[in-house]
């Protein structure tokens, strides 16, 4: 008799038939495609088809996703020549913090660090809005997680009318150049939106408002913006048709289901990671010395 230890794992768990398949599924599924006219009633936030599995299986996979993630950290800090930058955009209770500690839990905290941006303030605002983003860059060898970012000024401010309309029209070619200046300077961009449904959105703010623990991320603005979301929408949309570039690209992930949505960014960050081919460098040492 074969026992349930001996069938191979693939049989026992279609999922892991083709970690690789899981991966272009989810690159291909959920890319921008350069230049594509984007209407985000074609994505959908429920949408899970890239992954035949459960939500338990979701979880082993992204395990093996977050081990691939450190060992890749490793290398891309002891090669100390690539920079790497992921930007996570969403509307309110989309996730933003939940899938940076469920995707970079397993990294070393000295290669890697988040920058949220909140409100600028008013030295900030004195000066151009691409200054306090692009102090906060990665430097060789680094991961830098930009949790909102500089399409604040193509969302926010448009929405709300900060700066009037031929001021952040401009700021698509803007945004476009200084992106492509720092990937030919050696920056990897990946761009997230974590794109949930205005039904679950009601449903996380309604959480927030009644549970203790998450009282505190509750903000009466929340409920304000929740009243913009057309218009948020509609920024939005403009800003994936017209900021997804072959050097940085945006991925619309679905975000109804967190356990898909981690594993979603958690396929793609190490498809990128992987396609730079890294290597550690060789030792300075001379190995015929004696220690
Ligand atoms: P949170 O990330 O929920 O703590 O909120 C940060 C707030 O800062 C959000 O309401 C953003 O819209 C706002 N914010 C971030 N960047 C900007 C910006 N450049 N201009 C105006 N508001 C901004
Ligand atoms: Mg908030």
């Not at 549970?211 to 057309?230: G, I, Q, V």
Request: hydrophobic share 35%; with cysteine; proline share 5%.
């Amino acid at each position: 008799m074969v026992s349930k230890k001996d069938t191979p794992a693939a049989s026992r768990f279609p999922w892991m038939i083709c970690c690789e398949c899981i991966m272009i599924n989810f690159v291909h599924r959920y890319k921008v495609e350069p230049k594509s006219k984007v209407s985000l009633r074609r994505w959908e936030p429920g949408d899970h088809r890239a992954f035949s599995g459960e939500k338990k299986d979701a979880e082993r996979v992204l395990l093996k996703l977050t081990e691939q993630l450190s060992q890749l950290q490793e290398v891309l800090y002891a090669e100390h020549k690539h920079k790497i930058l992921i930007i996570f955009q969403a509307m309110d209770t989309g996730g933003k913090d939940g899938t940076i500690k469920a995707v970079f839990r397993e990294m070393a905290p000295q290669g890697i660090h988040v920058s949220s941006f909140k409100v600028p303030t008013a030295e900030e605002l004195d000066h151009d809005y691409l200054w306090r983003i692009h102090k906060c860059g990665p430097a060789k060898g680094e991961i830098v997680l930009f949790n909102r970012s500089h399409y604040e000024d193509l969302l926010t401010v448009r929405v709300h009318q900060l700066v009037p309309e031929d001021v952040w029209r401009k700021r698509f070619a803007q945004i476009n150049d200084f992106e492509r200046m720092l990937a030919e300077e050696g920056t990897t961009i990946i761009k997230f939106y974590l794109n949930i449904s205005k039904k679950e959105q009601k449903k996380r703010l309604q959480e927030r408002s009644e549970d203790p623990t998450k009282r505190w991320k509750f903000s009466p603005n929340d409920l304000s913006e929740r009243k913009l979301w057309e218009e948020y929408m509609k920024a939005y949309e403009d800003v994936f048709s017209l900021t997804s570039t072959a050097y940085a690209p945006w991925y619309i992930v679905p975000a109804d289901r967190n356990w898909y949505r981690n594993l979603c960014v958690a396929t793609i960050v190490v498809d990128a990671l992987k396609k730079l081919k890294m290597k550690y460098p060789r030792p300075r040492l001379n190995r015929h010395r004696q220690v």
